[in-house]
């Protein structure tokens, strides 16, 4: 399994869209806050914990990934 890295500040936009904090985010997905202002920030994680995100934010987790260029 490989780490992701998630797009910048996608987070953040996100939940000021849909009008919720980080704290509603960490207790929807079940991840704590510090871990998850650390992904916000710039950290990898794994994809289960991608997935817990984007299902607490109503969204598709591409939506959430930061794309690769592969060539």
Do not use: F
Request: aromatic share 2%; charged share 30%.
């Amino acid at each position: 399994m490989y780490s992701i890295r998630l797009k910048p500040n996608i987070i953040k936009h996100i939940a000021l869209e849909k009008h919720i904090n980080q704290g509603e985010i960490a207790e929807r997905s079940g991840i704590s806050r510090p871990t998850l202002s650390a992904i916000s920030n710039g950290k990898t994680c794994k994809y289960a914990t991608v997935k817990a995100i984007a299902e607490a934010l109503e969204v598709d987790v591409e939506e959430l990934i930061e794309s690769r260029d592969r060539r």
